[in-house]
């Protein structure tokens, strides 16, 4: 009738864990029976050697910015970021769609023979 941390042999109640764990290990009596296990922060088998676990190094994410460099285009407002695309838009009073936003016109020939260029809209003169 030993103890539960105890095991018994040749009818004496002894601890069963001396020689029986490897380096870097330790030994639990749980009801008679000896148990070995590596120490925290080591792996490895404990009946023999454990050894330090590697340290697990986390790769470095580098955050992609979609809008840099600045796919927009010349007379766009400043690009967003929405998740992982960028979204370019025209400036008020600018035509076309990005990259290409452009005025209406520059000179007067860029407008119908009935329009003049005018605060680069064509307009009635």
């Known amino acids: 009738e030993c103890p539960t941390n105890k095991a018994c ?4 109640c ?21 148990t070995c296990t590596c120490i925290r922060r080591y792996i ?24 840099d460099p600045n796919p927009c285009g010349p007379n766009s407002n400043f690009p967003r ?6 979204e370019c ?3 008020p009073q600018m035509i076309g769609s990005p990259p290409n936003c452009r005025p ?3 000179v007067n020939s ?11 809209k064509c307009q009635d003169p």
Do not use: M, W, Y
């Open 81 to 86: 970021v929405i998740g992982d695309r960028c």
């Open 14 to 34: 002894v601890d069963p864990c001396p020689g029986l764990c490897g380096v870097n290990a330790e030994c639990r009596v749980l009801n008679h029976i000896p």
């Open 44 to 67: 490895g088998d404990p009946f023999t050697e454990c050894r330090l676990q590697p340290l697990t190094i986390e790769p470095i994410v580098e955050e992609v910015d979609p809008c």
């Open 104 to 106: 209406e016109c520059n």
């Open 9 to 12: 042999q040749n009818f004496k």
């Open 110 to 120: 860029d407008c119908s023979s009935d329009r003049a260029c005018i605060n680069r």
């Open 89 to 91: 838009s025209c400036q």
